[in-house]
């Protein structure tokens, strides 16, 4: 693992200040190196994984707007950012395992994991995982299974952008699309249509916080959504916004995984004990 300290660009967009990070790599078995930026902070520890075509700076106005006593995390998937090279073989559970590589290395015994797009299906996954150590899971449009796109919301991602947010959505696709072959971008689609959240859904313990933007329309239901009704899966609708809640409601999102996470920390704690969704133990480092 190395560590060094580096201070960030100012957020894109805003004229202001980003986060300042401590950044380092893990190095996977198969050589491969998983970049991540810590914010250091005094409380409980929140690990957030961008969507596809995101680096570390998609979460700018998001992390500026948490708690500043949150410890957060940020894990960039491989051919993403500093995480290189990139896969032709990729597959959720390898993320997840590059992502818990993470954790492992910062020795993070308890967390919150949460993500956008294909980083809140990954939380899910890593929910599902580590029933013990995840504290809570924030999926932010992190569809369940790949139909959900079509059946909840007709296929429509970005309808209610602005240009000035369409722009902003597209440097920072080709931020890190332009490193990458087609083979490697085709190859990275193709993963989350391969992928099924809804029995880890269905049977966790876990806290769950799903966020979604209605896209100014009616609002799908929970069975369109495959998200189960479940005491422990709160949904939260952020009024007019699109699949890109990190450009048009940051603020909105962080106030919502804030509260999220305050409440999960003021309950009561109870064991948690889901041995049939622990699937591949601790990952190495």
């Not at 190095?27 to 190196?33: A, I, L, V, Y």
């Not at 952008?161 to 080709?174: C, F, G, S, Y």
């Amino acid at each position: 693992m190395r560590l060094v300290f580096t201070a960030c660009l100012a957020a894109l967009g805003l004229g202001q200040s980003a986060p300042e990070y401590q950044t380092g790599t893990v190095t996977r078995p198969d050589g491969s190196q998983i970049a991540y930026y810590v914010r250091p902070g005094s409380g409980p520890s929140l690990v957030l994984i961008p969507g596809s075509w995101g680096d570390y700076r998609v979460f700018d106005r998001l992390v500026a707007g948490l708690s500043p006593s949150l410890r957060v995390v940020i894990v960039e998937l491989r051919g993403h950012g500093r995480s290189r090279p990139a896969t032709l073989n990729a597959t959720m559970e390898g993320f997840a395992d590059d992502v818990l590589s993470v954790a492992d290395a910062l020795v993070l015994r308890r967390f919150y994991v949460g993500g956008h797009s294909i980083g809140g299906m990954l939380a899910i996954e890593i929910a599902g995982r580590r029933p013990g150590q995840v504290a809570g899971a924030i999926a932010m449009e992190g569809w369940t299974h790949h139909q959900v796109a079509a059946e909840a919301f007709g296929g429509n991602a970005a309808n209610t952008l602005t240009p000035e947010q369409e722009k902003v959505n597209a440097e920072n696709r080709q931020r890190v699309r332009s490193r990458l072959t087609q083979a490697e971008i085709d190859a990275f689609t193709s993963v989350w249509r391969r992928w099924d959240g809804f029995p880890i859904l269905e049977s966790t313990a876990t806290p769950i916080l799903e966020i979604w933007g209605d896209r100014g329309r009616p609002r799908p239901s929970r069975e369109l959504m495959r998200i189960p009704l479940r005491p422990n899966i709160e949904l939260v609708w952020m009024p007019g916004a699109s699949h890109s809640l990190l450009i048009q409601c940051p603020e909105e999102v962080a106030r919502a995984t804030n509260a999220f996470i305050a409440r999960t920390e003021s309950a009561p704690r109870t064991p948690k004990r889901n041995p049939a969704l622990q699937r591949g133990g601790a990952a190495s480092t």
